[in-house]
């Protein structure tokens, strides 16, 4: 234990003993001394802050400092009863304070009092019970406010802990200054309880026990009484002060002192104004200009001053901006940070704002939080912070998604419609504005409001222009997913999956594989739309494998045969039926037999009349089985479905294929086609 935490707990601790134990009267002086220092520190501190949360401390700090004073009240009221004394700091409050008048003395104690319980106390009280209301409610949206942010690209991960951690401290200690105003209201009711006590008390005392006249103990314990009562209430009320000041206090970069000069001085042509007033007050009313005067004249060339400074000020700044504006031109790393190319990007034109302005209703960051969420959910991916941002040279209504700085796809909006898709047949009396819709490349049309609800009525399905763009920027990064995860992202997830599973992870990375040889598998299944989520299995299965082989084509097909059960379901919809066309045996005999091995693995390579037959069959069947609504899947044998993929990857890179290893048992494999030559 530290030495200043020793000495914090023994003055705890010595508290709570004075609360029983008698006190020496030099002690009592020395200890109220440090009372009145440790509230005037208190006071200066909490002015000197710029933000609540710099003082954290303070509503603990509250408690001990009212526990002191409590028990500093006590010790004097033992020696006021015991002694009919209580030490030089309270008898010179009672005289030198009160003026020698017990009268004048009571009256100031009660004002003190008031001012501190009624004034003070009171609304401090308040203010931090509506702080805390309001800190509790606002979360959420300070919450959401961060993400949105991230999402942006304004901050990065750190800087969001940092802002979410001060969010949570703020929450913590608003609730606790609501509780801890609660000892100051306490206190000052103690204040008037322990006054009277020691009036009354010292009154009987002092005639029964010290066999004192009743004007003498009325004299004697009545400055007593209220020297004990100015020296516990002048801390009390700094310290109520310094509450006040804490919870009252807005998130500002400077303290009490700048805050007040730089924002009540801001303005300085209403020091004219205010200057005119006084000026004004001495000439039309019985006030005399002389007193007026001074007054008016210091207020007038305060307010010259300050406008002259204000000009110089901004003169300054604009000098400043413009020269580091040139400095910026001139530094050679300007040009580096031009190089920086984001994951992903979704530009949109001028027409396009409202979409992602929250002032104007727009809920595209939001939209954006849940994408992120929901292709962590279903893919296993963490996906990169995306730049949202306008562009001029689009057309109003139109946006474009790029991945790593290149265009991929690009759709238009039109904000005050909605997208009708017809349901497999069309109305004649749906009008509206035919287009296609982005995310699927499905006919579509644009209708207005009052079109809307005989769309619904007649099976369309009617979505809104966020939804449009929600969908198409999902089913893009789905597709690209591959191209998202690198070295660096695959090595985040993997030390994630390390603080759950050290022993798995540590046998592979990096004795078996690299970071790089698990990114090209990770990449291989993300490319065929295979979740990753499930990263322990993947692990394992390359925990297995990665002994015999390190061919990431070989090791992918290991891990899918590992993931059985997943692309069961994935395919089968939680049923334990699936339609598939098939491989015909003479193909897969020809495939088996074009496969080249070399020392970079082994491909395929078909003749191009073969090629393209087999392109042609698969379009045959793929065709058939859409017309009679089925989802195209083609089922290979194990041993040359890496290879059937490696043939279609250009060509149908959407097309599901699968091996019979890949399959649960328990499902039922209809064929509804043979590809063959």
């Not at 030099?26 to 609540?52: G, H, P, Q, R, V």
């Not at 009679?628 to 044998?637: K, R, Y």
Request: hydrophobic share 45%; charged share 20%; aromatic share 6%.
């Amino acid at each position: 234990m530290k030495i200043r935490d020793f000495v914090v707990l023994i003055g705890v601790i010595g508290i709570v003993l004075m609360l029983v134990l008698p006190m020496p009267i030099i002690l009592i002086d020395f200890l109220l001394i440090i009372n009145i220092s440790l509230s005037l520190m208190i006071i200066l501190i909490s002015m000197n802050t710029s933000e609540a949360l710099e003082f954290s401390i303070f509503p603990s700090l509250l408690l001990i400092t009212t526990l002191f004073r409590l028990a500093l009240n006590i010790s004097t009221t033992k020696n006021i009863l015991l002694k009919a004394e209580a030490g030089s700091v309270v008898q010179t409050f009672g005289e030198f304070v009160a003026g020698g008048n017990i009268v004048v003395g009571f009256i100031v104690f009660l004002i003190l009092v008031v001012v501190q319980f009624i004034v003070i106390t009171k609304g401090s009280e308040r203010v931090a019970e509506v702080a805390a209301r309001f800190t509790l409610d606002a979360m959420p949206g300070k919450q959401m406010a961060i993400d949105a942010d991230m999402n942006a690209g304004l901050i990065n991960e750190q800087q969001a802990k940092e802002r979410r951690s001060k969010i949570t401290r703020e929450a913590d200690f608003y609730g606790a200054m609501d509780g801890a105003t609660k000892f100051v209201k306490g206190d000052a009711i103690a204040s008037i309880i322990i006054l009277i006590i020691n009036l009354v008390g010292g009154f009987i005392v002092g005639i029964v026990m010290h066999d004192m006249a009743f004007a003498e103990a009325a004299k004697t314990f009545s400055i007593l009484t209220i020297g004990d009562g100015l020296v516990s209430q002048v801390p009390a009320l700094l310290i109520s002060v310094a509450s006040g000041l804490i919870v009252t206090r807005s998130s500002t970069e400077g303290n009490l002192a700048s805050d007040l000069t730089e924002q009540i001085l801001k303005y300085p042509q209403m020091l004219y104004i205010v200057a005119g007033t006084i000026l004004a007050l001495g000439i039309f009313t019985p006030i005399q200009i002389y007193a007026t005067m001074p007054m008016a004249g210091l207020l007038a060339y305060a307010g010259y001053r300050l406008q002259q400074n204000l000009d110089r000020q901004q003169v300054d700044v604009n000098q400043i901006q413009e020269e580091k504006e040139i400095e910026e031109v001139r530094n050679p790393e300007s040009v580096v940070n031009l190089l920086q190319v984001d994951p992903i990007e979704f530009e949109f034109g001028y027409g396009l704002i409202p979409l992602a302005d929250t002032n104007q209703g727009g809920d595209l960051l939001d939209r954006v939080i849940m994408i992120r969420r929901q292709c962590a959910l279903e893919m296993g991916l963490i996906v990169p912070v995306i730049r949202i941002r306008d562009n001029i040279q689009l057309r109003p209504n139109e946006y474009i998604i790029k991945i790593k700085g290149n265009i991929v796809t690009r759709g238009e909006l039109l904000l005050n419609h909605y997208l009708a898709m017809s349901p497999g047949y069309d109305d004649d009396s749906i009008h509206g504005i035919p287009t296609t819709e982005p995310a699927f490349g499905l006919p579509a049309l644009w209708v207005d409001e009052d079109m809307k609800e005989r769309a619904e009525l007649s099976g369309y399905t009617v979505v809104d222009p966020p939804s449009v763009v929600a969908t198409h920027l999902t089913e893009i990064i789905k597709k690209h997913a591959h191209e998202l995860l690198g070295r660096q992202e695959t090595k985040q997830l993997v030390d994630n999956l390390k603080e759950q599973v050290p022993a798995v992870v540590e046998e592979v990375v990096p004795s078996i594989l690299t970071v790089g040889d698990i990114q090209k598998i990770l990449a291989k299944l993300l490319r065929e739309k295979v979740s990753i989520r499930n990263l322990s299995m993947i692990m394992e299965s390359l925990a297995d494998y990665g002994n015999y082989t390190k061919d990431p084509e070989i090791l992918t097909e290991y891990v899918r045969q590992s993931l059985s059960r997943q692309l069961t379901q994935q395919y089968t919809n939680g049923s334990n039926f699936l339609q598939v066309m098939t491989i015909g045996p003479k193909l897969e005999k020809k495939v088996a037999e074009s496969v080249q091995q070399t020392e970079q693995g082994s491909y395929v390579a078909l003749d191009p009349v073969t090629s393209q037959q087999f392109f042609q069959k698969i379009n045959e069947q793929m065709s058939r089985m859409i017309q009679e609504g089925q989802q195209p899947i083609l089922l290979a044998s194990p041993t040359i479905r890496m290879y059937i993929r490696q043939l279609l990857e250009r060509t149908i890179p959407d097309l599901p294929i699968l091996s019979y290893s890949e399959l649960e048992p328990t499902v039922e494999i209809q064929s509804v086609g043979v590809v063959n030559l």
